[in-house]
């Protein structure tokens, strides 16, 4: 398995409340990714990065946030959580344009 | 709305049948990828097809890609109950830094 790792796994945070999403890589691949995944939308892209301080906007990026200081670690930061922003949040790495992602184990969120 | 939308939606199907599920996208591609989803786990990637690639097979799995009609198809040959899952198509778009999923098919193989 491509050593992927997201934390954590679970967390229930109040509204308003920041909250970070780490995802962490060990195989030294270029490109990571955030998405989110609701009921009925499919995986939805929130921002992704291409090298170390390299990130851009996907499709859903508002209310969202990342950083990306170095190749291993891509952070998701919600800077003031809310009920629309329960849902399940998948990292995923690939190495280059022509090669496959590889996943997390997702993160289950839950704003209350 | 998304890059890429799988249709249909969900699929119901008797063991040993082949399951068709397509992918239709909006922008010009650098590949599509498809991708298998258990309840409640990560994606793990079933094939790549390149732009300039028209069929690939591994498996029991047919990818087709129809730049022309910027459509994807993938067959599931003979399928197994332990195919049951939700199947994904992936596009690669700007410059291939971007990668985005479509809705998913559910397809369910009843033994």
């Known amino acids: 398995d491509a050593g992927i790792t997201q934390s954590p796994r679970h967390k229930v945070t109040e509204t308003g409340t920041p909250v970070t999403l780490r995802c962490h890589q060990t195989?030294?691949?270029?490109?990571m990714y955030w998405y989110r995944q609701d009921p009925g939308h499919g995986l939805r892209l929130i921002h992704y990065?291409?090298?170390?301080?390299?990130?851009d906007k996907g499709e859903v990026s508002d209310g969202y946030s990342v950083s990306r200081s170095k190749t291993e670690d891509f952070l998701l930061t919600l800077e003031s959580a809310t009920s629309s922003q329960t849902s399940v949040y998948f990292c995923?790495?690939?190495?280059?344009?022509?090669?496959?992602?590889?996943f997390g184990q997702g993160t289950r969120l839950t704003v209350v | 709305s998304q890059q890429g939308e799988e249709d249909p939606q969900a699929l119901s199907i008797q063991e040993g049948e082949n399951a068709t599920m397509n992918c239709s996208y909006k922008t010009s591609i650098n590949n599509l990828q498809w991708y298998r989803q258990n309840s409640g786990r990560g994606l793990v990637h079933l094939i790549l097809?390149?732009?300039?690639?028209r069929e690939k097979h591994s498996g029991r799995l047919r990818v087709t890609l129809d730049t022309s009609k910027k459509s994807s198809s993938l067959l599931i040959t003979a399928s197994r109950a332990a195919d049951t899952a939700s199947y994904f198509c992936a596009t690669v778009v700007n410059a291939g830094n971007m990668l985005t999923f479509g809705g998913g098919t559910r397809l369910m193989v009843k033994p």
């Open positions: 097809i390149r732009s300039n690639e």
């Open positions: 995923a790495i690939r190495a280059r344009v022509d090669t496959e992602a590889f």
């Open positions: 990065s291409y090298g170390v301080k390299d990130t």
């Open positions: 195989e030294n691949h270029r490109y």
